[in-house]
């Protein structure tokens, strides 16, 4: 397949990718394909309203599964002259691996941080500096001049950050769920940390430096995608399979959430022992019969007992 994909899309650059190059990218699509579709269907069978955690792991692997079969086919790149190398040439710089970067790297932050009592605006902040870091190594990786090394320091200040928000910050933060999920945090979080140095290390020497062939450029990306995709979503979702989602105070409430209809839902984390003023929602409250007794079959615990600001 690899033959025919250069065949049909011809490279467009002096340093392109090989036909082995291509077959290894259709063997990271397909890892990523299986991963995802085996993703949706163990998000089906988690409970409605402890799915968040598994509905991002969906979206990052959706989106690491189109990029690759872009990549695979030989798009989604265009060609740079090279600041390094003799003779001068270009190289392919492959757009649509940022694109996939800029939607996937914030929600791995996401999936980590809301394991942790970190305040929404420290999660969005550190997300953003994830968008920070990703522009900046595309912009760099788009210019020809030596310019591009500003990019990539910018891009490292933004990375600094995010290591300090995994590290030192939320370790330090309040896990309601337990010592079990701070000791998973910590383990993900170094693990995750580990393979961001390994990123900015790989482009230096791709992108940046034209050390190494592109080739070598999608099996080092390919072998860091895979793992802080499908493995580290796995292992963090594992972890967290029995661990009480009211804890997190991320429960909405909604019926979408419980059931469709009226009707009893799902228990959490509560305020005043039952809900909204202890009478339930979609059982024996606003649908049930009362807004302050205790009602018939209400919700225990509808409303988060704390909310992050």
């Known amino acids: 397949m690899a033959g025919s994909s250069l065949d049909q899309n011809p490279p467009n650059a002096g340093r392109n990718i090989t036909a082995g190059g291509s077959d290894w990218l259709w063997a990271v699509f397909a890892i990523m394909l299986l991963s995802d579709l085996a993703m949706v269907m163990w998000t089906f069978t988690r409970p409605?309203?402890?799915?968040?955690?598994?509905?991002?792991?969906?979206?990052v692997l959706t989106t690491a599964t189109i990029a690759y079969f872009s990549m695979a086919s030989d798009l989604g790149a265009t060609p740079?002259?090279?600041?390094?190398?003799?003779?001068v040439t270009t190289r392919q710089i492959w757009f649509v691996r940022y694109i996939q970067w800029f939607i996937t790297f914030p929600l791995l932050i996401l999936e980590l941080l809301l394991a942790t009592g970190l305040t929404l605006s420290d999660i969005l902040t550190t997300c953003f500096m994830a968008w920070v870091v990703v522009v900046c190594g595309l912009v760099g990786a788009l210019v020809p001049s030596s310019y591009k090394w500003g990019y990539f320091a910018l891009g490292c200040f933004a990375l600094f950050y995010i290591w300090y928000a995994l590290l030192g910050h939320g370790p330090r933060s309040t896990f309601n769920a337990g010592g079990v999920v701070r000791t998973g945090y910590l383990r993900s979080a170094g693990y995750l940390s580990f393979l961001l140095l390994l990123y900015p290390i790989a482009w230096g020497i791709c992108e940046g430096g034209n050390v190494i062939s592109p080739t070598g450029e999608m099996i080092w990306y390919g072998i860091l995608d895979l793992l802080a995709g499908p493995v580290f979503l796995f292992v963090l979702l594992w972890g967290l399979r029995s661990v009480d989602y009211g804890a997190f105070g991320l429960w909405s409430g909604k019926y979408t959430d419980t059931s469709y209809g009226s009707g009893p839902g799902v228990a959490g984390a509560g305020m005043n022992g039952g809900g909204v003023n202890g009478g339930g929602v979609n059982g024996g409250g606003v649908n049930g019969g009362g807004m302050t007794g205790r009602g018939s079959n209400g919700v225990t615990g509808s409303v988060p007992a704390t909310t992050r600001v």
Do not use: D, N
């Open 80 to 87: 740079v002259t090279t600041e390094f190398g003799t003779p």
């Open 48 to 59: 409605r309203g402890t799915r968040l955690f598994h509905q991002i792991a969906v979206i």
